[in-house]
């Protein structure tokens, strides 16, 4: 079956260690690739998105992904974290074969160490 | 502008029961989708909508009916609740740039917490 995976359910950093989240899907083809992290009571808010062209993408609060097509993977990173970046971390996917379904990984719970 | 906006915040029901979420956005948004968040499970779609009068399944529809009247408007309905069905259920919105494109970033609700006793 199609699906999207995070196999990192949950992991733990001092602050200002280098962060790595990981996700992969499975659809063929085309894809639209999306970050979303929610903060502690918090509804989800984008982090970055990449639709074409570089395959190095910026997004807010210093991440950025990297996509990576013969593996699947988008994966987010950030070279510094602070504390204020506990969250919750969701990738998603759009794949052009399921019209416009955007479908979630399971999520990454980061929790930062002060 | 408000957003995305889901009514109500909260609701407990007992097993059986029946009852209409309700998700409403203001910025015009072509793209409608109801998922559920669930610990260990990420957001699973439950159903989603391209537009006015349109609605289609997602990865776990049963149980649940959606219903796409007015373009700012998004109901999910469930008609005998589960326990099962305990869940944060979040609403989003998107738009696509170009004309019949794909979806473009969500735009999420606050959620609604929902309790099936």
């Known amino acids: 079956a199609q699906s999207v995976s995070q196999h990192n359910h949950h992991v733990i950093l001092s602050e200002a260690a280098s962060l790595e989240l990981g996700c992969n899907y499975s659809?063929?083809?085309?894809?639209?690739l999306f970050w979303y992290v929610q903060y502690p009571g918090q509804h989800l808010q984008l982090l970055l998105k990449?639709?074409?062209?570089?395959?190095l993408v910026k997004g807010i609060k210093g991440f950025e992904a990297e996509f990576i097509k013969s593996k699947f993977s988008f994966n987010l990173r950030k070279p510094s974290v602070q504390w204020s970046d506990t969250a919750e971390y969701f990738c998603?996917?759009?794949?052009?074969?399921?019209?416009?379904?955007?479908?979630f990984g399971s999520g990454t719970r980061l929790s930062i160490r002060p | 502008n408000a957003g995305v906006t889901q009514t109500p915040k909260f609701r407990v029901l007992k097993t059986g029961q029946s009852m209409t979420l309700l998700c409403a956005q203001d910025?015009?948004?072509?793209?409608m989708y109801w998922y559920r968040q669930d610990p260990g499970m990420g957001l699973r779609l439950i159903h989603y909508?391209?537009?006015?009068?349109?609605?289609a399944k997602g990865e776990v529809p049963d149980g649940y009916n959606v219903s796409r009247l007015k373009k700012q408007n998004f109901l999910l309905g469930l008609e005998s609740a589960a326990p099962s069905q305990t869940s944060v259920y979040f609403c989003?919105?998107?738009?696509?740039?170009?004309?019949?494109?794909?979806?473009?970033?969500?735009?999420f609700g606050p959620g609604t917490r929902l309790t099936v006793l």
């Open positions: 989003a919105s998107s738009y696509s740039q170009l004309a019949g494109g794909h979806p473009n970033e969500q735009f």
């Open positions: 659809y063929g083809g085309t894809v639209n």
């Open positions: 990449y639709f074409s062209g570089d395959p």
């Open positions: 998603a996917v759009n794949a052009y074969s399921s019209a416009s379904k955007i479908i």
């Open positions: 910025m015009n948004h072509e793209y």
């Open positions: 909508s391209v537009g006015e009068g349109t609605t």
